[in-house]
Nanobody, 122 residues
C-alpha cells in the first residue's frame, strides 16, 4: 500500500529552525517529484517546495524562498524540509507530497502525507 509518512514539527519561537522528514513507499512510476505543502487555519492548502527525485530541479514558494530548503538523503531516500528563520506566518500543518508532475497546486498531487503541525510563537 502506498504511503507517505512524515515526522518532525512542533512548537518553536520566531527565528528558530526546524526540520521535517518524510519517507515514501509510493509506486515508482508516480514518484517523480516530492515536495511539501502547508495549510494554515482557515486557509487553503498552499505550495511550499518541490524537487524532482534526483534533486536536479527545485522550486520554492516566494514566501519561503531563502529560508526553507528541500533535500533528499540518497542513503535512505528520506526527504527533508529544513526551515530556518521561522516566522509566525509559517504556522500551519505541513504535508509531504508525491506527484508525477511538478505540483505547485494541490490538485496535481498524487499522494499526501498525514500532516504535521508546525507552530511558531512570537
Amino acid at each position: 500500500q502506498a504511503q507517505v509518512l512524515q515526522s518532525g514539527g512542533g512548537l518553536v519561537q520566531t527565528g528558530s529552525a526546524l526540520r521535517l522528514s518524510c519517507t515514501t513507499s509510493t509506486p515508482t512510476r508516480t514518484t517523480n517529484y516530492i515536495g511539501w505543502f502547508r495549510q494554515a487555519p482557515g486557509q487553503e492548502r498552499e505550495f511550499v517546495a518541490i524537487m524532482d527525485w534526483r534533486g536536479a530541479r527545485k522550486q520554492y514558494a516566494d514566501a519561503v524562498k531563502g529560508r526553507f530548503a528541500i533535500s533528499r538523503d540518497n542513503r535512505d531516500n528520506t526527504i527533508y524540509l529544513q526551515m530556518n528563520g521561522l516566522k509566525s506566518e509559517d504556522t500551519a500543518v505541513y504535508f509531504c507530497v508525491v506527484s508525477r508532475v511538478l505540483a505547485t497546486s494541490h490538485g496535481a498531487v498524487d499522494y499526501w502525507g498525514q500532516g504535521t503541525q508546525v507552530t511558531v510563537s512570537s
